[in-house]
T-cell receptor, first 112, second 114 residues
């Protein structure tokens, strides 16, 4: 079955540091890939997405590239801020009906 | 603006009681989903619906039920609450015709079963 594996957290960084969160997947067919972010006390919100191989999703300084050859969708940001402290979820969807398969989530803590 | 709301936001109940969590969306989406979030488990799918009168079991459906009588609402019922059902519950909705469409999430309901 479909699955998503994310690096475990928490990841603790200083402000302005470079952030990478690894995400790899196993899927039949050709999935769409998503990164969601959950700020403390809130629901999940879409951060970025990519729907086919070599697509790059980007938003709020975050980027992720859909790598079919390595089945990966790593999230990166060049210079994090304290406001980026949150839990980040990688997810995939393989059919038009909309079921998402989530990774376990990675907590990121950015200190001043 | 379209939105998805959940109520109540916080609920404390006793073991054995029936509890219903509400989810209402104004996106006019066909698909609706219920997840629970627990530390160390990420989000796990409880039930989902692809349209009115359609309901399906997810990976952790035991002890939960849903019904879909209209497009906007998918209430989640815990038939007899157990302490293992203490969790944060999220409702989500999405369009159905393209795998590129994301899910939109509600703010969550924190349920404590004592």
């Amino acid at each position: 079955g479909d699955s998503v594996t994310q690096m475990e957290g928490p990841v603790t960084l200083s402000e302005e540091a470079f952030l990478t969160i690894n995400c790899t997947y196993t899927a039949t067919g050709y999935p769409s890939l998503f990164w969601y972010v959950q700020y403390p006390g809130e629901g999940l919100q879409l951060l970025l997405k990519a729907t086919k191989a070599d697509d790059k999703g980007s938003n709020k300084g975050f980027e992720a590239t859909y790598r079919k050859e390595t089945t990966s969708f790593h999230l990166e940001k060049g210079s994090v801020q304290v406001s980026d402290s949150a839990v980040y979820f990688c997810a995939l969807k393989t059919d038009s009906w909309g079921k998402l398969q989530f990774g376990a989530g990675t907590q990121v803590v950015v200190t001043p | 603006d379209a939105e998805i709301t959940q109520s109540p936001r916080h609920k404390i109940t006793e073991t054995g009681r029936q509890v219903t969590l509400a989810c209402h969306q104004t996106w006019n989406h066909n698909n609706m989903f219920w997840y629970r979030q627990d530390l160390g488990h990420g989000l796990r799918l409880i039930h989902y619906s692809y349209g009115v009168q359609d309901t399906n079991k997810g990976e952790v459906s035991d002890g939960y039920s849903v019904s879909r009588s209209n497009t906007e609402d998918l209430p989640l019922t815990l038939e007899s609450a157990a302490s293992s059902q203490t969790s944060v519950y999220f409702c989500a909705s999405s369009e159905s015709w393209d795998r590129a469409y994301e899910q939109y999430f509600g703010p969550g309901t924190r349920l404590t079963v004592t």
